[in-house]
């Protein structure tokens, strides 16, 4: 079998840019979607771990349909993301339903994988390391049971830590 670098993937509502709450994928939805906040700590721990953990080996993999995909590329463009993360603007991958997530990551050879919707995390079983990220609505709160093989992370600074712990330097 032959053996990869390390993939790091990421979801976009929820994770980069902060969640509407309730069961709302992403504050895209509303009048204001462009003034909807990144994440807490989201722009610069990418930025680190682009760069220094994953050698620029990062894809943005998001489920939205054709408005959703648009009003992203706009607030990523309007956040200036990809300058700021260093994630090249190819590495943004839309899929029609949260399944197809699995199929991109095989494509992408992902290693790891943050999303805020454990049923996407259960999908992924090519990726070893999945992380599910509960700090993106502003309400950091973890489900009663986690799946085996996936770990939980109520900040990017915790995402971090749990990342350093399984990509070598």
């Known amino acids: 079998m032959r053996k990869f670098a390390p993939v790091l993937g990421v979801d976009l509502g929820g994770v980069v840019i902060r969640s509407a709450g309730g069961d709302g994928d992403t504050g895209l939805l509303g ?43 706009e607030w990523l463009e309007h956040a200036d993301f990809f300058a700021r993360t260093g994630i090249g603007p190819t590495n943004l991958v839309f899929v029609r339903e949260r399944r197809d997530k699995a199929g991109a990551c095989r494509r992408w050879h992902v290693t790891h994988f943050v999303d805020d919707h454990v049923g996407v995390l259960q999908h992924l079983t090519t990726v070893p390391h999945r992380y599910l990220f509960t700090g993106g609505s502003g309400a950091s709160t973890s489900p009663q049971q986690v799946p085996p093989g996936i770990e939980v992370a109520d900040s990017w600074t915790t995402v971090e830590e749990l990342l350093r712990r399984t990509v070598p330097n």
């Open 31 to 73: 009048d204001e979607w462009l003034d909807t906040p990144a994440v807490d700590g989201c722009i610069d721990v990418l930025a680190r771990l682009t760069a220094a953990l994953f050698d620029m080996r990062v894809v943005i993999i998001s489920k939205a349909g054709p408005k959703i995909q648009q009003r992203s590329r």
